[in-house]
């Protein structure tokens, strides 16, 4: 009855640290393929983010994390992005920065990373 096709996203689960590498309330950059990722761990949760400011081209994961409000700041200009949804909370930056989900097992830390990202 409907032509509509249905596409699903698929994307591909790439190994980043070790649990034991990613330290509570810091960031820590990796690279994955062409991608710069900014991962961060508050207590048990694990988030990723891409590690490039949306103001200007300079990297988020050189920048602190604020734990309580789960948020990372550009160390340029101060802008604070959320690490939940990328979005900004704080001028000067008002664009978002992409984010990606983030799986995890007993030891590493695995960043899905969407097949249309190249
Ligand atoms: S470069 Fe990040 S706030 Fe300006």
Same mark, same amino acid.
């Given at each position: 009855?409907?032509?509509? *096709? ?9 190994? #980043?640290?070790? =649990?034991?590498?990613?330290? +509570? ?11 710069? $990722? ?7 949760? !694990? /988030? #990723? $983010? ?7 081209? /300079?990297?988020?994961?050189?920048? &602190? ?5 789960? *948020? $990372? ?9 959320? =690490?939940?949804?990328?979005? &900004?909370?704080? =001028? &000067?930056?008002?664009?978002?920065? #992409? !984010?990606?989900?983030?799986? *995890? +097992?007993?030891? +590493?830390? /695995? $960043? =899905? ?6």
């Amino acid at each position: 009855m409907s032509n509509e *096709t249905e596409e699903r996203p698929s994307a591909r689960k790439v190994r #980043a640290l070790s =649990l034991e590498e990613a330290i +509570d309330g810091e960031a820590q950059r990796v690279d994955i393929e062409d991608q710069k $990722i900014a991962i961060v761990r508050i207590g048990e949760i !694990i /988030y #990723a $983010i891409a590690d490039m400011c949306s103001h200007a081209n /300079y990297s988020l994961s050189e920048g &602190p994390v604020d734990s309580e409000e789960v *948020t $990372i700041e550009c160390w340029k200009h101060g802008a604070q992005f959320s =690490l939940c949804d990328g979005n &900004p909370v704080s =001028l &000067p930056a008002t664009q978002p920065v #992409a !984010i990606f989900e983030v799986e *995890t +097992d007993e030891n +590493d830390i /695995y $960043i =899905l990373i969407p097949e249309s990202s190249n």
